[in-house]
Antibody, heavy 121, light 110 residues
């Protein structure tokens, strides 16, 4: 059964770069038709799609974050990554990684448990 | 891109049916049958309940159903149970090849 697990620092300083890793187990990140996504949720607020990546490296980003976001993949480690630059307090959120079935950015299943990242000095 | 529009809250009594709407535009909900619904319990990751407008993943109760008319998608929960109390989110593919979520709807079981 496919499982995803986010990891990374829980505290990032303003203006610095947020870096997270999602480790996939129970299946191959290189499976066809599988995209891999990042979604975030600020405390008490709704979900926001950040972006998705195919194992070949093709990426799709939320236009509102595109200038600051990079999503990458390491198929040898069965991991994919999120980098968000120049963070502010508005980037404080629970960050989830998820399997994006089919690559239409709407069918996320399963999800990781999420990791809270706080932006604060 | 703007978030899809959902009512902030809905409520119903056990055994009743409720419907949550999700309104988009002709560039997202109205353009594609790539609409999904998620259930989120407090402190938990979202769970996929409906995908591609009306398909249920394995293991999801058939009390949950989805539909779409024009630019508005709907999630219906029949035979409401206390355990259905949660936040519900819709999502859609867009013509810009991006994804968008709704603002979320809090379901209260009275």
């Amino acid at each position: 059964q496919l499982q995803l697990q986010e990891s990374g620092p829980g505290l990032v300083k303003p203006s610095e770069t947020l870096s997270l890793t999602c480790t996939v187990s129970g299946g191959s990140i290189s499976s066809s038709s599988f995209y891999w996504g990042w979604i975030r949720q600020p405390p008490g607020k709704g979900l926001e799609w950040i972006g998705s990546i195919y194992y070949s490296g093709i990426t799709y980003y939320n236009p509102s974050l595109k200038s600051r976001v990079t999503i990458s993949v390491d198929t040898s480690k069965n991991q994919f990554f999120l980098k968000l630059t120049s963070v502010t307090a508005a980037d404080t959120a629970v960050y989830y990684c998820a399997l994006d079935v089919g690559g239409y950015f709407n069918r996320f299943d399963p999800w990781g448990q999420g990791t809270l990242v706080t932006v604060s000095s | 891109q703007s978030a899809l529009t959902q009512p902030a809250s809905v409520s119903g009594s056990p055994g009743q049916s409720i419907t949550i709407s999700c309104t988009g535009t002709s560039s997202d909900v109205g353009a594609y049958n790539y609409v999904s619904w998620y259930q989120q319990l407090p402190g938990k990751a979202p769970k996929l309940m409906i995908y591609d407008v009306s398909n249920r993943p394995s293991g999801v109760s058939n009390r949950f159903s989805g539909s779409k008319s024009g630019d508005t998608a709907s999630l219906t929960i029949s035979g409401l149970q206390a355990e259905d109390e949660a936040e519900y989110y819709c999502s859609s593919f867009t013509s810009s090849s991006t994804g968008v979520f709704g603002g979320g709807t809090k379901l209260t079981v009275l």
